[in-house]
């Protein structure tokens, strides 16, 4: 198999993913790190930071920047650590279990750097990173209008160049910015004479610069979210970030490495909220016995724990593409935009899962503000919304796969034209088919306008999605050989396959009709045979494995 490319585990199967089993000695030191951190520093401030403590919150977040926890990808010579992406990640996933805390530092430690490090000038990387660093100025990134939210190119925000050609003049408003009420520069993106989309970068001291009222948000109350206004702010041409009317290429591309960040965000809640579910379940009693001994409990257990595998098998298989692409992170985020969009998905519906399912365990308890799952609960809802909400990820994936197609990047018209419909015993080359045989369907139905029918085209990307998960979670049991992976990825492939068929059974019926829609069927039918499993047995096994670790295990 050639290097993976984007949209290439539809065509190849993967000879080797990178999984967290393959994490090096420095790797599980910062997990290290981050964990000890996160122990000594966060959790004995959760109160304090859920009340607003934003001298707390701040503090916090500069200790982090001592241990070097903000600048795990910046160059050395900017303050940073000058580490890899799974680096990066691993304090994510650590960082991840509070959603208050956790917004406040990917702001910083992500959306906040980045776009400088990758598309900065010497001049900007200089004046600003190691001070973003450090944490010596916090960060965030304003690109969400009233009026564009998933459509950020709708954005009002206008900057005029000024007759003397020293500086833009900028006004507008934005909302929803995490890290906005306290932050001292802002990443601000504007339409250039109106018109043309250009990042602007906007320190908080300049005249015109005004962060508007904390919001009062149903979760995430710790962490600052204000609306900011500019009011004729004169940024210096020097603070153009990028390239005028290029905007759209720092936008976009910091939100695909920003919606891989948040599915490993999310399995880091996720981790600690399971075990939070395992420790209730096993303390409290009811008719007589623990309820950890209650089926139903333990397949809730077991299915919190299927999907989190899934999850994680997934994110550290991208990463490890994006990073063994040899390409610039952001080129590389790029690359393998639509895996980003289905990791976004795939992380954050886990993670409701996980957290609805917490609080269902913990019965009326987990309904009372003294429980942490009650938190959990109202922090997660806002994962399917911000980095794009789902639905519009849901349409980026699978129309930017059709655009790679169209580039002749990904060669999917002859794999469609050459598709065997033949059932094969291997349920992830049958998942494949289905994906294909469905974007053939589709395209055959609707041609060039099969990006305007909704419907389907978000049915397909579920579709996609799952063969790369079912692919993913696969190929890591069989990596590692241990049984609780193989068992995890078979709950989930009997799963996943039902969902396959359902899905594109009402796929087919939008894009078929009569005998053909017969004969469709027929194919399906033959794609989506598979061996049943007791996948009762199988979660109850893998229950009793977290019953007994106290934890999530593979």
Not at 29 to 45: C, G, K, L, Q, Y
Not at 181 to 189: E, H, N, Q, R
Not at 338 to 354: N, R
Request: charged share 20%; aromatic share 8%; proline share 3%.
């Amino acid at each position: 198999m050639s290097t993976p490319y984007g949209g290439s585990f539809l065509l190849d199967a993967p000879l080797d993913i990178f999984t967290p089993e393959d994490f090096t000695a420095e790797h599980r030191a910062i997990a290290n790190a981050t964990d000890d951190f996160w122990t000594r520093e966060v959790e004995p401030n959760l109160e304090a930071i859920q009340q607003q403590d934003f001298d707390v919150l701040k503090r916090t977040l500069r200790k982090s920047a001592e241990l070097g926890l903000v600048g795990v990808l910046l160059p050395e010579q900017y303050g940073g650590m000058e580490l890899d992406l799974v680096s990066s990640m691993i304090v994510a996933e650590g960082i991840g279990r509070d959603g208050s805390y956790a917004v406040c530092h990917g702001a910083q430690a992500g959306i906040g750097v980045l776009p400088i490090s990758m598309f900065g000038t010497e001049e900007q990387k200089q004046k600003y990173l190691p001070r973003l660093a450090s944490a010596e100025l916090i960060a965030a990134y304003a690109l969400t209008e009233a009026q564009a939210g998933s459509d950020a190119m709708a954005a009002r925000t206008r900057a005029d160049l000024s007759p003397d050609g020293t500086h833009y003049v900028l006004s507008g408003q934005k909302v929803w910015i995490s890290n906005g009420g306290i932050a001292d520069l802002y990443t601000v993106f504007a339409k250039v004479g109106g018109e043309k989309f250009t990042a602007f970068l906007v320190e908080r001291a300049w005249p015109g610069v005004s962060p508007g009222a904390e919001e009062k948000k149903m979760g995430l109350k710790g962490s600052s979210t204000t609306a900011v206004y500019f009011d004729n702010v004169k940024v210096p041409v020097e603070n153009v970030l990028g390239e005028i009317g290029r905007g759209h290429i720092v936008a976009f591309n910091i939100l695909n490495i920003g919606r891989l960040s948040l599915a490993v965000s999310a399995h880091g809640k996720c981790r600690y909220t399971l075990a939070g579910a395992i420790r209730y379940a096993q303390e409290r009693r009811a008719f007589g016995k623990s309820i950890s001994e209650f089926g139903l409990i333990q397949h809730k257990l077991a299915e919190m724990a299927v999907r989190m595998y899934v999850n994680e098998s997934m994110a550290y298989r991208l990463i490890g593409h994006i990073q063994d692409s040899g390409q610039p992170l952001m080129k590389a985020g790029e690359e393998f935009a639509a895996e980003c969009a289905f990791l976004k998905i795939f992380g954050s519906e886990t993670l409701d899962y996980v957290v609805d399912e917490s609080l269902q365990i913990h019965g009326g308890y987990g309904y009372h503000q003294d429980y942490p799952v009650e938190r959990a609960y109202r922090d997660a809802r806002i994962n399917r919304i911000f980095e794009g909400t789902n639905e519009i990820n849901r349409l980026l994936a699978t129309g930017m796969l059709l655009r790679r197609a169209r580039k002749g990047t990904l060669p999917l018209a002859n794999a469609m034209k050459n598709l065997s419909t033949t059932a094969t015993p291997d349920v992830i080359a049958n998942a494949k088919k289905v994906g294909l045989f469905l974007l053939g369907v589709a395209s055959k139905k609707y041609g060039e306008s099969l990006e305007e029918q909704q419907e389907v085209v978000a049915g397909i990307t579920d579709v996609l999605m799952n063969a790369f998960a079912l692919e993913s979670a696969t190929a890591r049991a069989r990596k590692t050989g241990k049984q609780n992976a193989a068992d995890m990825a078979a709950v989930f492939a009997d799963e996943t396959m039902e969902n396959i068929k359902a899905s594109a059974k009402t796929l087919l019926a939008a894009c078929s009709e009569g005998d053909a829609l017969r004969t469709n069927l027929a194919l399906l039918r033959g794609m989506t045979a598979y061996e049943l499993v007791n996948s009762i047995a199988l979660r109850r096994r893998i229950a009793g494995r977290l019953l007994q670790a106290g934890k999530y295990i593979v």
